[in-house]
């Protein structure tokens, strides 16, 4: 053979080697090209899983699942078609319908864009007929949250549509998930979220779906949320709304033997449903934008009030432990407190020595100043004295978090001595010069959880479970130590009792004795709190039955005057209703429901902008001097 | 049939046509293949319509076996006349299929006379290298050769097909077994690597080191006293080369020829623009991985994520769903039956058809070389077809004349005339 031949042997010999090497390289070792294949081929559709149910003790649905469409649009599928019968059918502005279908033009022509989201279920009945006439539109099924119950909107919460930011925070969620935005939605998303499936579908170079991948082999199923059981009694909640009608504050009521939170009320409030449906934008913006009911604020457990009177029977048991006084212990009332110049004004009305028991039921300013006084200086100086005060107020569950299962919540304020160092700029300040703490006054502040929990407290004779709102998870009690495990103070049970005599008392001839409730022995302690806010807080704090408490309740009412004129007449009816059943004092109830703070809110608006507009004035005459 | 005791098949060569014929239909199967369409014999479909070009491939190879070889002295120069006009025609009526005015359509089917044009040129040219009077060392008649080869190439250059027009180039192999110095394929290829290495590199460091290794060379070449000149002369077109490159790629290419050559030395990456055939190409053949994933299972093939695939791309078909095994045999098969073209050639002894054979060997070896090569990878994106296996009845039939025309030739080499 000519040699010239050989050199077309070489290079084919070459070529073929060269090209086998390529071709082992590209289908042997390089494993990525695999993976760009299956993601050119597999869409990955999620199956959105239902989310739990919310049910409260009595296993009556709070919170449920409702079906709701998105309506969706494929461009390249569209006809020409009449926009504005379309719009007429639809409810939708034609200036919207362009907008939308415009962008959807832009995101892309073969995939499906939203144009209306959550069309609920009555309206979809009326228009889901109509969209045969027009083709590229379809809808897209979601489940929704559906609320069985107008109330406890605060507590429940409400889901959303997660945003760009969240999704980049927490690459599980993706988007157009929903997710918990407030509420046990939020503090148990993890329960009631479920796993979403997976179905792989096999797609074209188009995008158009072209089957399932293997039949499906590889798809999930979702996994549904958890159910869950809260400890609220939903009917009480649904009456305590009722009966904070036209009133501003917040009620705690919690089952102390378990820490459970009966019912948890925030007014003014707002309908859950309105966080669900085509209008949820525009409602869950004017709900919170309203800068004056502040309804999306959960009064109940982030407002902070001074505790008023009820801050007593705290001082009461610490000067008991410490053997600051005894529970005969004397002191006279003449109309206040004095020391030097200092004077602290007492309306108690008594006449001659009382001891604590009388001091609580008349809730004597004058005695607890003195009790605060003694507990003080039983130590050398006032700071050190005051740490320990601190410590004992802590052990109440006074100026630090639950770190308990609700979503949200304040430490209140338990001032200590480096507070008092920074505001006095010395550490020789002395024990009167904090006296106010004494009656729950001055830099003390409290949420009304937190109250409710002193209440609790002192119906377990001297110790909690932290307040908690899931009793169950799937049926399943939960036993978490945190919420099982009793929390004790560090006051001695047997100190208690003479409190609870005072607090019984309260009810029997005290300032509460409107309030009792025929054939309940009750305890209480009103409170009438003074706030730079302007009018004072009606307070008041509750459990009953006496010797085996069931119930125990914290009521604020912002601006109420005084404790026994809007706080305990609701607290009473509340555990009324809890403990029987039925209301009977039908003439209370009447005054609560009707009874509206309104004006009183308005007089209060109208003095804080005059406030307002006085300093405003004044800054501006200092500046022009 | 005169010569019906003598005629002997090169049945090698047929069985391996046939093989190749046959891979490519199924492949072609597999890359129109989708769920919703089944039929084999869909004339809607570009399975449909291939069987029937085969089919026509089969009636032309009988006829081409039936006719008296004689003829194929006879026909080579009216043949090339008229591919000339039908590429000048095509230039002028031509139909515009996807940017080039390379086809004439007549009802449902559309012809490439591009396609015949190197069938018309080997015939040619392998007429007119065996002339008595022909000799390679002689300048005109080597200009005239040239001319043969470059005449279609220029008519098909403008339609614009860069990639038809440069197969052309293909017949230096013949040029070389007829005498042609080897040292100008060497040149060309060296050319070639000097242009790659001219974009990747920077030119002023690319020339510092060719300077260099030069100066080497020269340096361990002991009797350097009379070559000297020659390395200067040698080292100053490779520099100007260099200079020129950057001018070349710059100003005469297209854009698009530009980005292609760009992406495939990774100086760019655009995997949705005009990187998207080349990136689409290697992610099939990658995805079939060594055993591929079966007839009909390339879910890249089934669903069109690599354009052209039943044509240009279709080696893609027989990555994905044959994987590294069906590659390496569909290329073993191919080297095969090139060097089966050439040594089949070889044993000729009438020149023309020597020529001839080679002709037809070079032309598939260029088609396979550059076809592969663009779809895996190292070769820019031209199109031109994988010969037998690609979609399409104008190379099908112009390969299928091209190679039976060899075929009935060498079924005469035993007889004597």
Not at chain 1, 20 to 36: A, E, T
Not at chain 1, 137 to 161: H, W
Not at chain 2, 120 to 142: C, E, G, N, T
């Amino acid at each position: 053979m000519n040699r010239r031949a050989y050199l077309i042997f070489t290079f084919v010999g070459l070529v073929a080697l060269t090209f086998i090497g390529r071709v082992f390289y590209l289908q042997v070792i390089d494993d990525n090209l695999k993976l760009s294949a299956e993601n050119n081929v597999i869409r990955r559709v999620k199956d959105y899983a239902p989310r739990g149910h919310i049910y409260d003790r009595e296993n009556r649905l709070i919170v449920g699942n409702q079906p709701a469409f998105d309506l969706m649009v494929i461009p390249n599928q569209l006809a020409p078609f009449d926009t504005i019968a379309f719009c007429e059918i639809f409810q939708i502005q034609p200036r919207d319908l362009k907008r939308k279908l415009k962008a959807a033009f832009d995101y892309s022509r073969l995939k499906p864009s939203v144009i209306i989201k959550q069309i609920m279920h009555d309206e979809y009945a009326r228009v889901h007929e109509q969209l045969i006439f027009y083709p590229g539109f379809f809808f897209q099924r979601r489940l929704l949250r559906s609320y069985m119950y107008t109330g406890a909107a605060n507590m429940a919460g409400f889901i959303g549509e997660v945003s760009e930011t969240f999704v980049r925070d927490n690459p599980q969620y993706s988007k157009g998930d929903f997710y918990g935005v407030a509420g046990i939605e939020r503090s148990y998303e993890h329960i009631l979220r479920g796993k979403d499936g997976v179905r792989r579908i096999v797609v074209d170079v188009h995008n158009r779906e072209k089957g399932r991948f293997k039949d499906g082999m590889y798809d999930t199923l979702p996994d549904p949320g958890k159910h869950i059981t809260t400890t609220l009694d939903i009917e009480l909640q649904m009456y305590a709304e009722q009966l904070m009608a036209n009133k501003r504050g917040g009620i705690v009521a919690i089952d102390p033997k378990t820490g459970e939170l009966l019912l948890v009320v925030s007014s003014p409030t707002y309908d859950p449903t309105l966080m669900v449906g085509r209008d949820r934008t525009r409602n869950y913006s004017r709900l919170f934008s309203d800068s004056i009911n502040k309804p999306l604020f959960d009064r109940a457990l982030l407002a902070e009030y001074p505790p008023g009177s009820p801050f007593k029977t705290v001082n009461a048991l610490i000067g008991l432990q410490e053997g600051a006084i005894t529970a005969h212990s004397h002191y006279s009332c003449n109309g206040g407190f004095r020391f030097g110049r200092l004077f602290v004004r007492c309306k108690c009305g008594t006449a001659g020595p009382i001891p604590l028991k009388k001091g609580i039921y008349k809730s004597c300013n004058n005695y607890f100043c003195n009790t605060y006084k003694n507990i003080i200086e039983r130590y050398p100086t006032a700071p050190i004295g005051l740490q320990k005060w601190n410590e004992y107020v802590h052990s109440f569950g006074m100026g630090e978090f639950f770190n308990n299962d609700l979503p949200t919540g304040r430490k209140g304020l338990v001032p200590d001595s480096t507070y008092y160092n920074r505001v006095y700029r010395t550490n020789r300040w002395k024990a009167v010069s904090t006296v106010s703490n004494g009656i729950g006054q001055g830099e003390l502040l409290v949420t009304p959880l937190q109250l409710a929990n002193l209440s609790a407290i002192i119906a377990n004779r001297g110790y909690y479970l932290t307040p908690h709102i899931v009793s169950a998870i799937d049926g399943e009690d939960i036993n978490d130590p945190h919420f099982t495990v009793p929390k004790y103070t560090m006051v001695d049970s047997i100190h208690f009792e003479t409190v609870i005599e005072g607090m019984y008392q309260v009810f029997e001839q005290g300032t509460a004795r409107f309030s009792k409730i025929e054939g309940i022995e009750m305890c209480g302690k009103t409170g009438t709190a003074e706030n730079p806010h302007g009018q004072d807080h009606s307070i008041f704090m509750a459990f009953a039955p006496k010797d085996n408490p069931e119930i125990a309740i914290a009521v604020f009412i912002e601006n109420g005057y005084w404790g026994s004129r809007w706080a305990a007449p609701i607290a009473s009816l509340i555990m009324e209703k809890y403990l029987t059943g039925e209301v009977e004092r039908k003439h209370i109830e009447r005054r609560m429901l009707e009874g509206s703070l309104v004006e009183e809110y308005a007089k209060q608006e109208a003095i804080l902008a005059e406030k307002k507009r006085q300093q405003a004035e004044e800054k501006r005459k200092a500046a022009a001097q | 049939m005169s010569n019906r005791g003598t005629f002997s098949m090169d049945w090698t060569l047929v069985f391996m046509y046939l093989a190749l014929v046959f891979i490519g239909w199924l492949n072609i199967y597999a890359a129109t293949y989708s769920d919703a369409y089944t039929g084999f014999f869909d004339m809607n479909q570009n399975h449909g319509r291939q069987l029937v070009f085969i089919m026509g491939a089969l009636l032309m190879i009988g006829l081409i076996l039936f006719l008296d070889v004689r003829l194929i002295n006879l026909i080579p120069w009216p043949v090339y006349l008229l591919s000339l006009l039908s590429l000048l025609a095509v230039l002028l009526f031509g139909q515009k299929i996807s940017g080039a005015r390379s086809w004439f359509t007549m009802g449902g089917f559309a012809f490439q006379p591009g396609e015949f044009a190197k069938v018309a040129a080997s015939l040619a040219l392998a007429k007119y290298m065996s002339q008595a009077d022909f000799s390679w060392k002689k300048f005109k008649p080597r200009l005239s050769a040239i001319g043969i080869i470059a005449l279609p190439a220029l008519l098909i250059l403008p339609q614009p097909d860069l990639g038809s027009a440069i197969v052309f180039s293909a017949f230096i192999l013949v040029f070389h077994r007829e005498g042609m110095s080897p040292l100008w394929i060497f040149l060309g290829l060296a050319l070639g690597v000097l242009f790659v290495f001219c974009l990747l590199f920077d030119p002023l460091k690319l020339s510092l080191a060719i300077i260099g290794i030069i100066g080497l060379m020269m340096f361990l070449q002991r009797k350097i006293k009379g070559r000297w000149l020659t390395y200067v002369g040698i080292l100053s077109g490779i520099l100007i080369f260099i200079q020129t490159v950057d001018f070349t790629f710059d100003h005469l290419l297209e854009d698009r020829h530009r980005n292609r050559i760009n992406i495939l030395l990774g100086l760019e990456q655009d995997f949705q623009g005009v990187g998207y055939n080349t990136h689409q190409a290697q992610i099939a053949i990658g995805s079939g991985g060594f055993w591929g994933k079966g007839f009909l299972q390339g879910t890249q093939t089934k669903f069109n994520f690599v354009p052209e695939q039943h044509t240009d791309f279709i080696f893609c078909t027989v990555g994905e769903e044959w994987g590294f095994v069906g590659s390496v045999a569909v290329i073993l098969l191919f080297a095969a039956f090139i060097i089966r073209l050439v040594m089949v050639a070889e044993r000729q002894k009438i020149i023309m058809y020597r020529i001839y054979g080679y002709a037809v060997a070079s032309i598939l070896f260029f088609h396979f070389t550059i076809n592969i090569a663009m779809a895996i990878g190292l070769f820019p994106v031209v199109g031109i077809p994988l010969p037998f296996i690609s979609y399409g009845g104008s190379s099908l039939w112009a390969f299928t004349i091209l190679l039976f025309l060899f075929i009935k030739m060498d079924g005469h080499r035993k007889e004597i005339w």
